[in-house]
């Protein structure tokens, strides 16, 4: 649990206000803080007091002679959170706080339900057809919730892509609208969206793949895939002598090898997804894909979701959620926080 409150939450907005483009701002960047936020899929992080002003703790902390450790950067205005904070202390009014909290408010409640729109919009028209390939229906090309569309579209490309960061706006916007035109073969945020008659796939492309590697604890691979070898007393060990086991991209002639089943998915499309896997090689040979690979060291192979792998701010919880379930990533570890959308306690607490 951290010590943020409202007022940390204004001086946020209030930065993030000066610096973000105009078209993201009433969705995603004015939500400021999340009351919860999951760091690396496992650890809540948690801030319970966003909804309490900073005079009230420390009067709290005075009454029951709690001292504390002031950090000198507060009033070091060097830094730009102090030259906000000024800002905010000369408004005795209260107005300028009221309006930055209100704002954020209202932001992380559109980022929230803009989120769900999405992800009923995944769980309608997304599955799997399979490993590493995602099949759109046409009908989200003709959703008329386009905003949620479009927003289902970009988190589904970084997750197939493996980035952290959503792509671009403008860009994800003129793809979608080349989607409803009918068939193209694009690339962005290195995902592949190829237009067949039978929908429309997403796969990781061939480029800039992680090169061959001895794997010696866990690792977040490509972006994409979460890598945990299970290294035992005794067992083999995955490392850089001879003929040790290596982690490399299975590549376009393995995957032409394997036996695929693609649910009705074009061969080509799901070969080319399968290429981009992870795999496990020795000796120059391709053994399998990791994880599958009975003779290998133990290791657990699991999906994560790019854009929320690293951080999910609770605002976005069913849409992290849904992408999970579809592509077979573990499942959202329960929040800790029964509201996942701060309360607009005003100018006064």
């Known amino acids: ?15 993030r206000a000066a610096r973000i483009d105009g ?12 009351p919860a936020t999951l760091y690396d899929w496992r650890t809540w992080i948690a801030r319970p007091l966003l909804g309490a002003r900073r005079a009230a703790l420390r009067a709290f902390l005075q009454r029951e002679h709690v001292g504390w450790a002031e950090d000198p950067t507060n009033i070091d205005t060097n830094f730009e959170r102090p030259r906000i904070r000024a800002v905010l202390g000369e408004d005795r009014s209260g107005q300028r706080f009221a309006e930055a909290i209100g704002l954020a408010r209202r932001a992380a409640g559109e980022r929230e339900q803009l989120g769900r729109r999405a992800a009923a919009l995944i769980g309608e028209f997304a599955s799997r057809p399979a490993r590493g390939l995602i099949r759109l229906d046409p009908g989200l090309a003709e959703a008329d919730d386009t905003r949620a569309a479009v927003y289902a579209l970009r988190v589904l490309l970084a997750a197939t892509g493996g980035t952290a960061l959503l792509p671009d706006q403008a860009r994800s916007e003129a793809l979608f609208e080349q989607m409803r035109a009918g068939r193209l073969c694009a690339t962005l945020s290195r995902a592949v969206v190829d237009i067949r008659r039978n929908g429309i796939f997403l796969r990781r492309e061939s480029r800039d793949l992680p090169r061959s590697a001895p794997v010696a604890g866990a690792l977040l691979w490509d972006g994409r895939r979460r890598i945990t070898p299970h290294i035992e007393a005794g067992a083999i060990t995955l490392d850089d002598s001879p003929g040790a086991w290596l982690i490399a991209p299975l590549g376009a002639a393995a995957a032409a090898k394997t036996p695929i089943a693609g649910d009705g998915a074009p061969p080509s499309l799901v070969r080319a997804a399968l290429a981009a896997e992870p795999a496990l090689w020795r000796g120059g040979e391709c053994r399998g894909f990791a994880g599958d690979v009975a003779a290998a060291p133990a290791i657990a192979v699991s999906p994560v979701v790019a854009p929320f792998a690293r951080f999910l701010p609770c605002f976005d919880l069913v849409l992290a959620q849904a992408v999970a379930e579809l592509i077979g990533a573990p499942p959202v570890p329960a929040c800790p926080l029964a509201a996942t959308v701060p309360v607009d306690h005003g100018a006064k607490a």
């Not at 078209?23 to 999340?34: D, K, T």
Request: charged share 20%.
């Open 1 to 15: 649990m951290t010590g943020h409150t409202a007022d940390d939450q204004a001086e946020t907005v209030l930065m």
């Open 23 to 34: 078209r993201e701002l009433a969705g995603r960047g004015l939500a400021g803080m999340a």
